[in-house]
Nanobody, 122 residues
Framework: QVQLVDSGGGLVQAGGSLRLSCAASRRTFTSYFMGWFRQAPGKEREFVATISRNGGTTYYADSVKGRFTISRDNAKNTVYLQMNSLKPEDTAVYYC???????????????WGRGTQVTVSS
């Protein structure tokens, strides 16, 4: 399985921006759909965004559409999540994820990153 290392979280004020990165360990990176999920305290892990193998198709949760952008650089085995206009309700641990097909539920994920904390203050 591919190993994922996610990073880039931090503390930001509402309205600010952050960019998360996720580096994958394997040269077969292009065989995976990549995505981001998040989990807030006391809540279930939820889908945020996903991107196809060649980067040509993306899909977002309604709660982040228009504010977040997922992208990937297959030459660097890396996927990104650019987060703009952040809100306090975006506060969560963000997890990078890899899957063999396009999935929007945690049950379909093949590999997870360890997570990176994003905290948005009001």
């Amino acid at each position: 399985q591919v190993q994922l290392v996610d990073s880039g979280g931090g503390l930001v004020q509402a309205g600010g921006s952050l960019r998360l990165s996720c580096a994958a360990s394997r040269r077969t990176f292009t065989s995976y759909f990549m995505g981001w999920f998040r989990q807030a305290p006391g809540k279930e892990r939820e889908f945020v965004a996903t991107i196809s193998r060649n980067g040509g198709t993306t899909y977002y949760a309604d709660s982040v559409k228009g504010r977040f952008t997922i992208s990937r650089d297959n030459a660097k085995n890396t996927v990104y999540l650019q987060m703009n206009s952040l809100k306090p309700e975006d506060t969560a641990v963000y997890y990078c994820a890899a899957a063999s097909v396009l999935v929007t539920t945690p049950g379909g994920i093949a590999s997870w990153g360890r997570g990176t904390q994003v905290t948005v203050s009001s």
